[in-house]
């Protein structure tokens, strides 16, 4: 549905060029909700806008449905955006606009008829759950609420793509899934191809079919939700994984944390488990192999894609050697392992 090949984007020259986008190549498939997430100025945003072109790239091709855009007369790249739904952060609604004349903008400009503006508006409120907020204005409802209203317009002349910029940003957690729910069940409506700009991880749990990451105007890694959650191939990746995780070391564990071993401390480890390791007893296993008592502090597993990932922390108890076996055993096996330091043990 949406390809980007070989997609670069210059702002300036010289020695004052700025690359945010350096050699993009993406493909976004038909019916499939794709996320793109990385940190603020990465390039996230320019990718988005270089999809319908409110960002002419400097180089490469954008290709919708078939059609490089970078080639269409100014007619026919017109009517291509009519394909083409965009949501934003901020919601953009017109102040002076009740809910009801928000979502019929686009409908009017197209000059339909007055009662197929109503017909379609009416399906459309009651996708998004406001029909009872038809006749309301934008300073009546709550933020959630005007997200659902620009969603509805975003929908409005019925589009194959929806483009959307950050959109739960602004929007506390609990209103946040009840958006990107909302976004998932017009996808599984509708058929809709959704691009989703964010660096929410959990937006991209929540909803994504596939995940890409972009780093310094690049697209570093790309690929299935499944096998970005189960085995991520670059360190931003286990970045971005990690932070959606919580685990916390006691206060009178850190009053007791050393940076170096000594025979009056044990290590205090944080081990990471994806989908191809979480399900095997390697803990037990290791107890048994190198007589190792394994104790474990806290611990968070989550489920994306298919699959089930999540970290731990544990304390080792042994000699020095038989825990530094230990670790190399876990490390051979594909688990992430980071010693936190090492907890002294009081007299």
Known sequence: MIQLIDVSKVYGEGKKA???LRNINLHVPQGKIVGVIGTSGAG????????????????????????????????????????????FQDFHLLSSRTVF??????????????????ERIHDLLKLVGLQERSHFYPSQLSGGQQQRVAIARALAASPKVLLCDEITSALDPQTTRSILLLLKEINR??????????HEMDAVKLICDQVAIISNGQLIEQGETSSFFGNPKTQLAREFIESIFHLKIPEEYQARMTPTWSPK????????????????????????????????????????GG????????????TQEQCNTAQQFFIQHHIQLEVIGYVRIDD
């Open 18 to 20: 700025v690359h945010a």
């Open 44 to 87: 996230k945003s320019t990718l988005l806008r270089t999809i319908n072109l409110l960002e002419v790239p400097t180089q490469g091709k954008v290709i919708l449905d078939g059609k490089n855009l970078t080639e269409l007369s100014h007619t026919d790249l017109r009517n291509m955006r009519r394909r083409i739904g965009m949501i």
């Open 101 to 118: 004349e928000n979502i019929a903008l686009p409908l009017e400009l197209e000059k339909l008829p007055y009662r197929k503006i109503r």
């Open 189 to 198: 409506e509708l058929g809709l191809t959704i691009l989703l700009i964010t």
């Open 265 to 304: 401390s044990y290590p205090l480890v944080k081990l990471g488990f994806t989908g191809k390791t979480v399900d095997k007893p390697l803990i037990s296993e290791v107890c048994r192999l190198f007589q190792v008592d394994i104790s474990i502090l806290s611990a968070d597993i989550e489920y994306a």
């Open 307 to 318: 699959v089930k990932f999540g970290y731990l922390l544990a304390e080792l108890f042994g």
